[in-house]
């Protein structure tokens, strides 16, 4: 296996833009010179078309369009508040229904001018006013692999233009000329069918195989040419790369997985599920397999033991499910493959680090074997990076939000915005690990118990400002049925957050704040703070000012609330818990 810093690009040979350089070869182009003939301007961006096998995945509704599958760390798009799967339809009052049109438009831009971009978001339509910077200089990043070739799926259009009639396997579009392609005796309209004694069934499994050789080594490949089996040799060349490595990060920052070239991750909105079982979608560059990471975490005291209790809960639930373990060097891990609608196969993988067990979904194509967990998903899973144990606290300083690129080439993520340096008259507060600080004339509600607490400003009832903080509840809860305004990644506590902006009508009109954050016992801890909508305007600095104020300690309901009485916690323990052990099994 490798080590984190040995991925290397391939060549798939699909329509990918870097905004806007086209990669027919190899190597894709830096996000994103705005052309090919003028690359001094970036936008940050790379896209895919909306009729897209990634996008038709992610349920993409409109066949016009460009999908926003990837956007670069501090680029003008990511600060203008572009998002991966954000689906761009205008530009500067111009429709861009194919990504030939926004190459273009985007091509015309000039320094020094912003430009406004319509995009849908879901089922709404938002504008983004973004200011082209000049082309960032490419890292010094590991050198790449260079094969020469450029394939597609077998069973697309791509492929049946070279009378290709197999349904699965890999076919070559395009041999460079004096490539090692070229050298190896390949032609357009082969069929590979094993690359390194790994089969490959899908361009996935082609990436996945290659990944795994050294460069400047030689390996077997077996393709079909009519309908004669062939076996050649071929070199896996190095060449220089462009584009710095990707990387997931879990909301806890505990691990990330290093992502292999073209998979695109994308966050995904789900107002009305709980924290912990909400994920991030990470598809493949076909839409052949796909990874949700939940942000769950959840308590392992015995590690082994746990897993192993785990995964025979997982087989209880169906007598067609089959188990099996993954080598990682600081971890446990082991999955459980579930037969789905239309012949794909899910794999249930649970990881245990540290008396913490997190859950990842991955779906793989049909005729996956459920005995055997597919080479995309091992090799990820085999890269898996932890936190070193003496990192307990919180994220250090550069480490960023859950999508980002090679340590050293981004930005880090946002304090909550407007806070300013907390005044001197400011006093402590604080609910079991988590503690901050509030203005002298707020009050604690008596109400508030050793692990969370409720802390206002006017009357109690129909307070002018109120900062809460809940242990038993999710975001949805705390927002009560609020419409959503915004939604925004900041840092609270120095750990990674959403904050969302929440509206609430009728009789006690009330803007608010909630925030879910992950603890360090791996826990959701969830504030939210309110006013009146007629002085939430004037009262949001301070609520940002207390957010920011937030510090997170490692141990749950060490020390009681400030200024107020304890109680017992709403939840009686000898009552039936909500479940815990399944983030969900549809894909």
């Excluded at 392609?181 to 899908?202: Q, V």
């Excluded at 598809?283 to 897993?307: M, R, T």
């Excluded at 005729?367 to 998903?377: H, Q, V």
């Excluded at 809940?470 to 904050?499: F, K």
Aim: hydrophobic share 40%; glycine share 8%; proline share 9%.
């Amino acid at each position: 296996m490798k080590s984190a810093t040995d991925y290397r690009w391939i060549a798939t040979g699909a329509r990918w833009l870097a905004i806007a350089l086209v990669a027919a070869g190899p190597n894709m182009g830096i996000a994103g010179g705005t052309a090919e003939e003028s690359p001094r301007l970036s936008f940050g961006i790379k896209v895919l078309e909306a009729d897209s096998a990634v996008a038709r995945r992610l349920g993409v509704a409109t066949e016009r369009g460009v999908l926003v599958a990837m956007v670069f760390s501090g680029s003008p798009a990511e600060q203008a508040g572009l998002q991966a799967g954000d689906v761009i339809v205008r530009f500067e009052g111009r429709d861009t229904p194919r990504i030939e049109a926004l190459q273009r438009q985007m091509g015309e831009a000039v320094l020094g001018a912003s430009y406004m971009i319509d995009v849908f978001r879901g089922q709404q339509r938002m504008q983004r006013r973004v200011a082209p910077a000049p082309t960032p200089t490419p890292g010094n990043y590991p050198p790449t692999f260079d094969l020469g070739l450029s394939v597609v799926p077998a069973g697309t259009p791509e492929a049946v233009r070279f009378e290709v009639e197999s349904p699965i396997g890999v076919v070559v579009a395009r041999v460079a000329e004096g490539s090692p392609g070229e050298r190896a005796g390949l032609r357009a309209g082969d069929l590979i069918l094993e690359f390194a004694g790994h089969s490959t069934e899908t361009v996935e499994d082609y990436q996945a195989a290659i990944l795994l050789c050294p460069l400047e080594s030689q390996q077997p490949l077996t393709f079909v040419r009519g309908q004669q089996r062939r076996t050649t040799v071929i070199t896996v060349a190095a060449t220089k790369r462009t584009d710095p490595p990707r990387y997931y990060t879990h909301p806890g920052d505990n691990f990330r997985l290093l992502l292999p070239p073209l998979w695109f991750a994308f966050p995904v909105e789900q107002p009305d599920v709980p924290l912990e079982r909400q994920y991030t979608r990470i598809i493949s560059p076909f839409a052949a397999y796909e990874l949700k990471c939940f942000q769950g975490v959840w308590p392992a005291a015995n590690e082994a033991e746990d897993l192993n209790s785990y995964i025979r809960k997982q087989l209880s639930d169906g007598p067609d499910r089959v188990s099996g373990k993954v080598e990682l060097k600081d971890a446990l891990c082991a999955w459980v493959s579930i037969p789905l609608e239309q012949g794909r196969v899910m794999y249930r993988v649970a990881i245990v680090h540290h008396q913490r067990r997190y859950v990842l979904n991955a779906i793989a194509p049909p005729l996956s074997d459920p005995e055997k967990l597919p080479l995309p998903i091992a090799l990820i899973l085999g890269q898996v990076q932890f936190r070193p144990s003496d990192r307990s606290g919180p994220r250090p300083e550069g480490a960023r939000s859950p999508i980002e690129d090679d340590p050293g080439t981004g930005t880090t993520s946002n304090p909550p915005t407007g806070s300013r340096p907390i005044p001197a008259d400011w006093r402590p507060a604080q609910a079991g690990s988590i503690q901050f600080q509030l203005p002298p004339d707020w009050k604690a509600s008596t109400y508030n118990n050793a692990d969370e607490g409720h802390w206002f400003k006017g009357k109690e009832l129909f307070p002018d400002a109120s900062f809460s903080v809940h242990r038993d509840t999710t975001v949805e809860d705390a927002r009560r049925a609020a419409a959503l305004r915004e939604r925004t990644e900041i840092r609270v506590g120095g750990q990674p957050a959403t904050q969302y902006l929440v509206e609430r009508t009728g009789s006690f009109a009330e803007k608010g704040l909630v925030v879910g954050v992950v603890d360090q016992a791996g826990m959701t801890v969830v504030f939210s703070a309110f006013a009146p909508t007629a002085k939430f305007e004037e009262v949001a600095p301070v609520l940002q000012q207390i957010l920011a104020s937030v510090r997170i300690g490692a141990d749950r309901g060490s020390g009681s609330s400030s200024n107020a009485p304890r109680r017992e916690n709403k939840r009686n323990p000898d009552d039936p818990q909500p479940p815990a052990e399944k983030p969900g099994v549809q894909s």
